[in-house]
C-alpha cells in the first residue's frame, strides 16, 4: 500500500488556504455583502415582513438557504478558478509533477476549498443573524450538511476546471448549471407550492437536499427527509470524487 506524502499534502493544502486568505475581502468579505443584498432585495420585493412560509416569517425562511448558496458557491469558486488559473498561466506542472497521487492532489484542492466555503459559512451567518435572529436548532445536522455540500461543489470545481479549456467555458457551467440549480433548490420558496410533477421533480436536484437539511439544522423546518438528504450528498461526493480520480489518473486534458 503507498504511503501518504503527508509533507506534499500539508504544503498544497497550505498553499490553497493562503491563496485565497491573501484576497480575504474578496473571497471571504464580498459574499457576505452580495448575501445581505439578496436578503434585503428578497425581502422587500416578496412583501417585507408581511409574507409568510407555512406561517413561518419569510426572512427566516430563506436565511438558510442564502446562506447555503453562499457557502457552496465559495467552495466551487476555490477549486474551478485555482485549478484553471494553473492550466491558464502553464504552472499546473507545479502541482502535477512532484510526487502527488490524484487522489492526494483532488483532496488538498478540496480542503482548500471546504475550508473557504466554512469561513464564508461562519461570516455570513453572523451577518445575516444581526438582520434575521435564528438559533441552531441541531447544529451537528448543519455542520453535516455544510461540509457534505461543500465537498460536493469542491469536487464539481475540480471536474469544470479539468474540462474547461477557458474561463467561458468555466463560467458557462456556473450560468447553465450551478446558478439555476441553486435557485430552483427551494430556497426561496417551499416545494410543497410547487405542481405535483415540478415537486418530484425537485427532488433529482441534490441541490435540494443541501438546502433543505440545512433549513431544517437551521429553523427546524424541512420540505424533505433529512436522512435521505445526506445519503443523496454522500453518494454525490463518492461519484465526483471517483470521476475526478479518473480524469488525474488519465491526464485528461491536463498534460497536453
Not at 466551487?76 to 509533477?97: E, H, P, R, Y
Not at 451567518?125 to 469542491?154: D, I, K, N, Q, T
Not at 443541501?210 to 424533505?224: E, K, L, N, P, T
Request: glycine share 8%; proline share 4%.
Amino acid at each position: 500500500m503507498q504511503s501518504i506524502n503527508t509533507i506534499g499534502v500539508y504544503t498544497l493544502c497550505s498553499r490553497e488556504i493562503l491563496r485565497f486568505m491573501k484576497v480575504w475581502n474578496q473571497t471571504v468579505v464580498a459574499p457576505m455583502i452580495t448575501t445581505l443584498l439578496f436578503l434585503a432585495i428578497m425581502t422587500l420585493a416578496m412583501g417585507g415582513g408581511s409574507r409568510h412560509v407555512d406561517g413561518m416569517d419569510f426572512t427566516r425562511f430563506i436565511a438558510p438557504g442564502l446562506i447555503m448558496m453562499a457557502v457552496v458557491q465559495n467552495a466551487f469558486a476555490n477549486t474551478s478558478s485555482s485549478l484553471m488559473l494553473a492550466k491558464i498561466q502553464g504552472v499546473i506542472i507545479d502541482i502535477l509533477m512532484p510526487p502527488l497521487t490524484g487522489a492526494e492532489i483532488t483532496f488538498c484542492l478540496v480542503v482548500g476549498g471546504v475550508v473557504r466555503g466554512l469561513m464564508v459559512g461562519v461570516v455570513v451567518s453572523v451577518a445575516v443573524y444581526c438582520f434575521v435572529p435564528f438559533s441552531l436548532e441541531h447544529p451537528l445536522v448543519g455542520l453535516a450538511y455544510v461540509v457534505l455540500a461543500s465537498v460536493m461543489l469542491a469536487l464539481l470545481g475540480v471536474l469544470t476546471a479539468v474540462w474547461a479549456q477557458s474561463f467561458d467555458q468555466l463560467s458557462a457551467v456556473t450560468n447553465y448549471i450551478i446558478t439555476p440549480l441553486s435557485f430552483l433548490s427551494g430556497t426561496f420558496y417551499s416545494i410543497k407550492q410547487l405542481p405535483e410533477f415540478w415537486y418530484h421533480v425537485c427532488h433529482f436536484n441534490p441541490f435540494f437536499y443541501m438546502i433543505d437539511g440545512f433549513r431544517y439544522a437551521m429553523i427546524g423546518y424541512s420540505d424533505g427527509n433529512v436522512n435521505r438528504g445526506m445519503a443523496v450528498l454522500a453518494a454525490t461526493n463518492v461519484a465526483l470524487w471517483v470521476a475526478t480520480l479518473r480524469l488525474f489518473k488519465s491526464g485528461y486534458r491536463l498534460k497536453s
